[in-house]
T-cell receptor, first 114, second 115 residues
Framework: DTAVSQTPKYLVTQMGNDKSIKCEQNLGHDTMYWYKQDSKKFLKIMFSYNNKELIINETVPNRFSPKSPDKAHLNLHINSLELGDSAVYFC?????????????FGPGTRLTVT | AQSVAQPEDQVNVAEGNPLTVKCTYSVSGNPYLFWYVQYPNRGLQFLLKYITGDNLVKGSYGFEAEFNKSQTSFHLKKPSALVSDSALYFCAVRALYSSASKIIFGSGTRLSIRP
């Protein structure tokens, strides 16, 4: 069973479009994250949710809106896509309560904006 | 500022030789430190962590890391490198911000093991 899954794996779209990426974890973790990895492989946190509550919101354009319908899911919606949004987006989860803390990552979604 | 640094973009090692991937950190309070590995076109995989206890931490695939508080370092090591260890390695530190915490990742070190 896949611990952290993301769909789709690849997403090619045109500038100006709106798209969503879905993430699910079956680890029973209480915290989920979205990261962006750029072409130089630099990994930057975008959002973090703990028990469906937004706890970290980095300096991300408000075109990006995360939604957590329940503890096991964290989706990312992106409005008005721009060329600079092209990157690999990773979802991750961790158990923060109970001193575990290591994060488990999904396989990534490669977004290409043309 | 809380941060983590990986001073080497690339490390090249011959198969069978020992390897070290360097990491230094700056964080308030006691550090929680992690190493992750990323294979091509894959997500990051957790290798090992230091939270408290023994300074030498053992992890997956024969890797270990040594926590050195005085040098604020957490170098990743393996006694005998394998070609299959070739990948991108990230050091990370858990930083506290108000009531939340987040993981700050280093810039990554590409490890290349030649046969």
């Amino acid at each position: 069973d896949t611990a952290v899954s993301q769909t789709p794996k690849y997403l090619v779209t045109q500038m100006g479009n709106d798209k969503s990426i879905k993430c699910e974890q079956n680890l029973g973790h209480d915290t989920m994250y979205w990261y962006k990895q750029d072409s130089k492989k630099f990994l930057k946190i975008m959002f973090s949710y703990n028990n469906k509550e937004l706890i970290i919101n980095e300096t991300v354009p408000n075109r990006f809106s995360p939604k957590s319908p329940d503890k096991a899911h964290l989706n990312l919606h992106i409005n008005s896509l721009e060329l600079g949004d092209s990157a690999v987006y990773f979802c991750a989860s961790s158990q923060e309560r109970g001193r575990t803390h290591e994060q488990y990552f999904g396989p990534g979604t490669r977004l290409t904006v043309t | 500022a809380q941060s983590v640094a990986q001073p080497e973009d690339q490390v090249n090692v011959a198969e069978g030789n020992p390897l070290t991937v360097k990491c230094t950190y700056s964080v308030s309070g006691n550090p929680y430190l992690f190493w992750y590995v990323q294979y091509p076109n894959r997500g990051l995989q957790f290798l090992l962590k230091y939270i408290t206890g023994d300074n030498l931490v053992k992890g997956s695939y024969g890797f270990e890391a040594e926590f050195n508080k005085s040098q604020t370092s957490f170098h990743l090591k393996k006694p005998s490198a394998l070609v299959s260890d070739s990948a991108l390695y990230f050091c990370a530190v858990r930083a506290l911000y108000s009531s939340a915490s987040k993981i700050i990742f280093g810039s990554g070190t590409r490890l290349s093991i030649r046969p």
